[in-house]
Every structure is written in structure tokens, then in C-alpha cells.
């Protein structure tokens, strides 16, 4: 079952803008995860972030976790062509279960 | 290092045939999972494994056998293909519990007709 519910489902935006997505989950977690997925692709992990952290950063990546509102948002700012793909966020619960939600499909137009 | 590689990258099976997944991984991973992916579900778990020799039920296991005879081997097995079961197969590996990072491989697009 999903506990993760990512939000948009899709998105276009312009290159050079600034992508934002949102994962919002039910129960508690132990770690939050993102992952890319290219077209024909598996999955690509992008970042891992704990329960006790609010902020993580990785490149053009930046990702929040509000454990208060059970929900957590990846920003990639300065988006490119390559940038375009779908995006998963992963919650991993106390029993070490990972479980991925539907994905946000996003398109960085030229 | 290669990674995760799956065999076959497609295939096409008739209700009823059988057929056999291969998964190799080189990064000395204790942990290995199957995962298939179908439009708008997410990943769902079908079977994982925490070591050789061990296999363990995820969440939509029925329909299939899994195994773990090597390290670096995960074998998913259909016994009696059903178009329920056409999707995206992915294996995936990670170096300790569940919870942590998991490497992907490229998946197989499997059509049962």
C-alpha cells in the first residue's frame, strides 16, 4: 500500500525555473526518501532524509521534512531538459518497510 | 561496477507459460527486492530477501516464487502467467536494512496476452 501521496501528479515548467513537488504520509517514518526515474529507466536514489532532520541539500536538490504535518517537499531549482522525469518520494516506517507513492511526472520544456 | 542488471529486458508470454526472472547484483548487497510497477501504482514489493538463502513475502506475492541460491543472484519466477501480471519488473539491492538506499536495475517490461 502507498503510504506516500506525492502532489502534483504532473508538471511543466520552463527551463531555468524552479521545480517544487510534495509527499504527504499518514503514519510515522523513520527516513523519507526521493528517487528520480527517467523514461525506460529504473529508479535513481536522489536523497535520503531522517526523521530528525528539516533540511537536506544535494546540488540544485533541496528537500524539507515537516514530521509535524507529515509531509515533505524536493525543490530542484534552475531546472534543465534533463531534469525531465518522474519523481518519487519513499517512506521508510519504524518496521524498515519502504514504501513509494504514485510519483510526479515533470516536464522541463526548452 | 554494473550494478543491478535484470534478464530479459522484455518479454512476451502467453496466459498460462512460465517464466524466469534473473537479477545479478556486484555490489555485495545483503538485502535484494522484486517490485513490479504498473501506471499510477507506485512501486509495490513482491518478494524480498535479506541474505543467501532467505526469501521473505512482500506486499502482492501470490502468483510467484522467488529464490536466492547466491549472494549476488535474485531469481522471481511466474509459474502460470496471468494478464494480471503484465507490468514493469524491477529488482533492486541495498547494503543493509530495508530502509536504506536501494539501487535499482533497468526493469523488464513483461506482456502476458
Known amino acids: 500500500s502507498q503510504q506516500g501521496e506525492e502532489d502534483p501528479q504532473a508538471l511543466s515548467i520552463q527551463e531555468g525555473e524552479n521545480a517544487t513537488m510534495n509527499c504527504s504520509y499518514k503514519?510515522?517514518?523513520?527516513?523519507l526518501q526521493w528517487y528520480r526515474q527517467n523514461s525506460g529507466r529504473g529508479l535513481v536514489h536522489l536523497i535520503l532524509?531522517?526523521?530528525?532532520?528539516r533540511e537536506k541539500h544535494s546540488g540544485r536538490l533541496r528537500v524539507t521534512l515537516d514530521t509535524s504535518k507529515k509531509s515533505s517537499s524536493l525543490l530542484i531549482t534552475a531546472s534543465r531538459a534533463a531534469d525531465t522525469a518522474s519523481y518519487f518520494c519513499a517512506t521508510a516506517s519504524n518496521d524498515y518497510k519502504l514504501s513509494f507513492g504514485a510519483g510526479t511526472t515533470v516536464t522541463v520544456r526548452a | 561496477n554494473a550494478g543491478v542488471t535484470q534478464t530479459p529486458k522484455f518479454r512476451v508470454l502467453k496466459t498460462g507459460q512460465s517464466m524466469t526472472l534473473l537479477c545479478a547484483q556486484d555490489m555485495n548487497h545483503e538485502y535484494m527486492y522484486w517490485y513490479r510497477q504498473d501506471p499510477g501504482m507506485g512501486l509495490r514489493l513482491i518478494h524480498y530477501s535479506v541474505g543467501e538463502g532467505t526469501t521473505a513475502k512482500g506486499e502482492v506475492p501470490d502468483g510467484y516464487n522467488v529464490s536466492r541460491l547466491k549472494k549476488q543472484n535474485f531469481l522471481l519466477g511466474l509459474e502460470s502467467a496471468a494478464p494480471s501480471q503484465t507490468s514493469v519488473y524491477f529488482c533492486?539491492?541495498?547494503?543493509?536494512?530495508?530502509?536504506?538506499?536501494?539501487?535499482f536495475g533497468p526493469g523488464t517490461r513483461l506482456t502476458v496476452t
Open positions: 532524509i531522517r526523521s530528525n532532520e
Open positions: 533492486a539491492s541495498s547494503y543493509l536494512r530495508r530502509d536504506y538506499e536501494q539501487y
Open positions: 503514519t510515522s517514518i523513520n527516513n
